[in-house]
């Protein structure tokens, strides 16, 4: 597996685009509350075969990964709640600022 991503690539990229979102929508309407999320991946478990080596799981592309018949391919699903850092009992809007040359 060559391009291997990891569970954690994926948040941070998850991460990445909802702050993106928030950034390009701020003074536009409709605004929108961020609720849980949850995300379903399809992963394998990859194990180090060194000396305290350690398990590590990789998302895979379910229909490119099934040649490779010595790899299980598990489901796991993960559910996130976003936090407002500004209040952490509140609500989580969608909204930011304009990019140059956006109303």
Do not use: C
């Amino acid at each position: 597996m060559e391009d291997r991503i990891s569970v954690a690539e994926v948040i941070s990229q998850l991460r990445g685009d909802l702050a993106l979102a928030a950034w390009q929508g701020e003074h536009k309407d409709p605004k929108f509350k961020i609720g849980a999320i949850e995300l379903e991946l399809s992963v394998v478990v990859d194990r180090s075969r060194q000396r305290g080596g350690h398990a590590k799981l990789w998302v895979v592309d379910v229909g490119l990964d099934q040649t490779r018949s010595s790899s299980v391919v598990h489901q796991i699903r993960l559910t996130l709640q976003p936090i407002n850092p500004d209040d952490p009992d509140g609500d989580y809007i969608v909204h930011g600022r304009a990019r140059a040359g956006e109303e």
